[in-house]
């Protein structure tokens, strides 16, 4: 089936930067994305997620960028915490069908 | 947090023997879908349920199999288990519609 990303990037920011992790998917239906969050030992966690006839939206200190033009998606953290540090997913799913598609993460690493 | 919780948190067995896993959920959400997640290759979907009785095949679904019998239980079955079924296996439950899923905390399932 279609997927979402190839390989597992890291990204290393420091505490009280802003955090832009990117992401790539081919299911031109694709019309709801969410991006999740998952610390170690533990399940995702939902951030938040975006639908197709938006561009932007933002949450308390991130923001999800839609370009359905070349079917990119971005979160951006805002003013990166250590508590921020784990591994994001994003995910894509089309209205007529029931699965969601998750692509294989980044790992986020925030220096003090 | 969804009230998902997932039975054992952790299991050691052997070759050959059956396991099951247990996802019991609070919410009274349709849909219901079980993971695995190994490094380098994210989630992957086993098995999921969009209501009481009705299920359907993930994209690694061979050996696994799955029941619902009442809307808060979704209990996936390895009926012999192997040692490439070695992972962490991660229940997720949802709304019909554009909403995203609500992730257990897990469950490490060792095959020796």
């Known amino acids: 089936g279609e997927s979402v990303g190839l390989h597992l990037p890291t990204l290393s920011v420091q505490e009280g930067d802003n955090s832009i992790i990117n992401c790539a998917y081919s299911?031109?239906?694709?019309?709801?994305f969410i991006w999740y969050k998952q610390e170690s030992g533990k399940g995702p966690q939902f951030i938040i997620d975006i639908r197709s006839n938006m561009d932007k939206r933002q949450g308390q200190r991130v923001t999800v960028l839609l370009n359905k033009t070349v079917k990119h998606l971005s979160l951006q953290i805002a003013a990166t915490q250590p508590g921020d540090s784990a591994v994001y997913f994003c995910a894509e799913k089309a209205t007529s069908y029931d699965k969601v598609i998750f692509g294989p993460g980044t790992s986020l690493s925030v220096i003090p | 947090d969804a009230g998902i919780t997932q039975s054992p948190r952790h299991k050691v067995t052997e070759t050959g023997t059956p396991v099951t896993l247990r996802c019991h959920q609070t919410e009274n959400h349709r849909y219901m879908y079980w993971y695995r997640q190994d490094p380098g290759h994210g989630l992957r979907l086993i098995h999921y349920?969009?209501?009481?009785?009705?299920?359907d095949k993930g994209e690694v679904s061979d050996g696994y199999s799955v029941s619902r019998s009442k809307t808060e239980d979704f209990l996936l079955t390895l009926e012999s288990a192997t040692s490439s079924q070695t992972s962490v296996y991660f229940c997720?439950?949802?709304?019909?519609?554009?909403?995203?899923?609500?992730f257990g905390d897990g469950t490490r399932l060792s095959i020796l």
């Open positions: 349920s969009y209501g009481v009785k009705d299920t």
């Open positions: 299911n031109s239906a694709s019309d709801y």
């Open positions: 997720a439950i949802s709304e019909v519609g554009l909403q995203p899923q609500h």
